[in-house]
């Protein structure tokens, strides 16, 4: 059974990019481009791990991954926060909102697929990762 | 150049000079040595008592303390060596104290001698304080303007896809040709929208180039105080509080940005007592954070009810809340913005902020929906009320002070079907068009177009 990632980006190229390189390294990849129904969206899929933009329509990643920590069920859900602004108070604000792990745009496509890999014990290629190298 | 910066360096001079230990000088005063240290690198000012007290420790009258007996070039000279001494490291004196400072005791000997040096190394001080605090309005400006926060968000979010897109095109692995051709038309619509946004940029920039030097005001200065406080002022509530003088005092403000935050604080204070902070987080809990069936519960003041909102700390169940104020001139007052909601430092706001609407009509509560224009647009439950004051009585002018409190409006909530009103944070940034109100022409009218193009 491919692990199953919920993908919110609104913008439309970097969501079909990633999308690409997700599925090509085993992932079963969703995507959704609105904050104002996300949460619903996360309910409906499950995903092993969500990818959320903070910039979205609707609702920001924040707001949105406040509500998804404060439901039981998704207290421990792996979540990458893609942030276009790289400075502390962003970094500090995602992590504060409950983010398991930020990382600031622009990223190389090794950064993602390596950092969710790091997030998901189940992930697709994750034995190849030299567990010194972490 | 502020009295209390002038007097706190004066201080240090005259206890350096006597090599005497801050701890010792500040036991007498009656003041904790770190406070002493705060008053002599001119963190804190200094009030009429304490500077006597001082004085006595120091063994001099209070009036060679007070900057007000010195000549400019003076003053600016023990600027330019309490900066010296600040930069320059030197062995501990024997008396505890890091710094010496360079023969300071004989600046107005100095003076006297070689005016025309003195005059110069003076004006070189000034030049160099000016310049600080040039560099510090324009870091601000990069940190806080929407527009530079806007135009780099969308450069980053692009060189991403490029980036990303690019990458998986250079890999050389088998693609399908039709993805193919489609990332290809990625990358060239993505260096289309890149060129547009640079261009902007470079637009804005020189705009900013041809404007004059950003000056640091008070209101700014004010506002970035309370917002350091998290928008609660904890040390005025409940039984326990201090007096509103105390806490500015404390502060690092001085002039007239002091005199605003001690306003507000004050204000502050008055509402904590009117309206204790527990039983109004409860009530606000219950009425729905609606400042209208508040004020009406508890038989309050609107305007009191409004700004007791925006002031809260965060609690459960209660959503963050912004607020706007304006004068009767509509000029902004009080600023407390929300992510997605920035109010402009300089110029006017949108004037199609209920805000604005509530002048026109005084006294009655305003509530509307907002979608604020951006490269995507966001919408906010506001409410508006203008309350009319006559601080003179009968004989005196009316006094007109509007609010607007916002919060993000909540998906699926009663709202959210409301018509929003469509504005913006400010003309100049705002790419809403046409639009009836609109004072001056906008600078980025083209990049919220081609973001709701990229989401159409």
Known sequence: MPRQILLIEDEANIAEAIRFVLMRDGWQVSTHGDGSDALERVRAIRPDVLVLDVMLPGRSGFE?????????????LPVLVLTARGQDRERDAALAAGATRFLPKPFGNAELVATLRMLDPGAPG???????AA | MSRSALTGTRIRERRLALKRPQTEIARAAGISAAYLNLIEYNRRRVGAELLARIALALGVPASALDEDSESGIVIALREAAAAHADSAPTPADPAGDP?????????????????????????????????????EALSERL????????????????????RSTAAILAEGDAIPADLQARFHRNIHDDSLRLSGVAGDLARYLDRAEEDAPLPVLPMDEAMAWIGRQGWHLPALEGSAAIRPEDLVEASDLHGPGRDLALGYARQAARDALQMPLEAFIAVARDEGQDPGRIAARADLPMAAVMRRLAALPEAPGLQPMGLAVCDGAGVLVFRKPLPGFALPRLGGACPLWPLYQALTEPGRPIRRVVEIAAREPRRFLTDAYCELRHPSGAEGPQLARAYML????????????VSPVPAGIACRICSRSPCEARREPSVLGAVAARGAAGAA
């Open chain 2, 406 to 417: 916002f919060r993000p409006l909540v998906p699926g909530g009663s709202a959210a079907a």
């Open chain 1, 64 to 76: 949105i991954l406040s509500d998804l920590r404060a439901d039981p069920e998704f207290w421990a």
């Open chain 1, 126 to 132: 994750r034995t190849a990762i030299d567990p010194g």
């Open chain 2, 143 to 162: 940190t806080h303007d929407p527009f530079l926060s806007s135009a780099l968000h969308e450069v980053l979010s692009v060189v991403t896809s490029i």
């Open chain 2, 99 to 135: 710094v010496v400072l360079p023969e300071a005791d004989r600046i107005e000997e100095f003076v006297s001698r070689f005016p025309g040096w003195a005059a110069s190394l003076a004006e070189r001080q000034l030049r160099v304080g000016a310049l600080e605090r040039r560099v």
